[in-house]
């Protein structure tokens, strides 16, 4: 058991380090969702947003974790925030119109993997920011959804759910962009 207990602990992460765990968590069931990190007995809220946070994820180096965050009425964006709770939170990308979800942190940190919904649509599709100039990059947006990325530790490829022939599998793509798909 690491942690104390918790009305709700969703999408756990653990550290590179494997001695801490970020979740989204809720101490009492009224509150909304917030990034916690769990190490023996205890938990550190590092984070007091009005949104629900969600899908944490450890940086390579175990400094940063990124996350998404959904306002009343909004989209999720990403952000990242300090693992030691310092700080506040750095937007990774923020924009309207599309929920970003899942991130993944490429081995060195500079690019993050996620997926978007289309609210309107539903559509899911893979995107890539680039950490230090935000700018956006389409990875794969074939048809059906498209989600749930992880990068590998070279940072090469990209592993992911789609349900482009019909049901769910996992497909992997090469980091950059390329034509290059294949089910595993």
Known sequence: TIGPRMTSI???AISPDGSKVAVRGRMEQAETDHLYVLEGGSANRLTDNEGAERHMIWSPDG??????????????N???RAADGSGGDRSII???????????W???ASTVVFHTNNPETQARDL????????????LVDDEGIQALARTSHDGRFVAYQSDQDGQ?????TTLPKSDARWRV
Request: net charge negative; glycine share 8%.
């Open 63 to 76: 400094s940063r974790i990124a996350y998404s965050i959904q306002n009343q009425g909004g989209v999720s």
């Open 127 to 138: 995107w890539y920011v680039d950490v230090a100039s935000g700018r956006t990059t389409v």
């Open 168 to 172: 769910l599998e996992i497909y992997v």
């Open 106 to 108: 490429s081995p060195d």
């Open 94 to 104: 923020e924009s309207e119109g599309m929920h970003k979800w899942y991130p993944s």
């Open 10 to 12: 969703l999408d756990p």
């Open 78 to 80: 990403l952000y990242s």
